[in-house]
């Protein structure tokens, strides 16, 4: 499946499995990976290290695996974030 991916799109996996509040169903929707997939598609893309850094960082979170998530589904919004309004980002 991995075959098929453009550059960007492989970039775009790889940002999404870094981020922490991106689950695997995500990817799996948005690109057709599955789990073991994407972890192969890392393992293949990244450096050894980084590689480590990752599959420590992923295993077993539960924000990464939707049966898993705690909190409904939706985005996290910081209690700091402010609004943005008029094309302005407004100041604390």
């Known amino acids: 499946?991995?075959?098929?991916?453009?550059?960007q799109d492989i970039d775009r996996i790889i940002e999404m499995a870094?981020?922490?509040r991106t689950p695997f169903d995500a990817i799996l929707l948005q690109f057709g990976l599955?789990?073991?997939e994407v972890i192969k598609l890392m393992r293949a893309e990244l450096k050894p290290s980084s590689w480590r850094?990752?599959?420590?960082?992923v295993q077993g979170r539960?924000?990464?695996?939707?049966?898993?998530?705690g909190f409904e589904v939706g985005r996290h919004k910081c209690?700091?974030?402010r609004q943005i309004t008029g094309n302005?980002?407004?100041?604390?």
């Not at 499946?1 to 550059?7: I, P, V």
């Not at 850094?53 to 960082?57: G, K, N």
Request: hydrophobic fraction near 35%; proline fraction near 0%.
């Open 1 to 7: 499946m991995t075959e098929n991916l453009s550059e």
């Open 18 to 20: 870094w981020e922490d």
């Open 34 to 36: 599955k789990e073991a």
């Open 53 to 57: 850094l990752w599959r420590a960082r």
């Open 62 to 69: 539960a924000t990464k695996h939707n049966a898993l998530r």
């Open 79 to 81: 209690t700091m974030q």
């Open 88 to 92: 302005k980002i407004s100041k604390r």
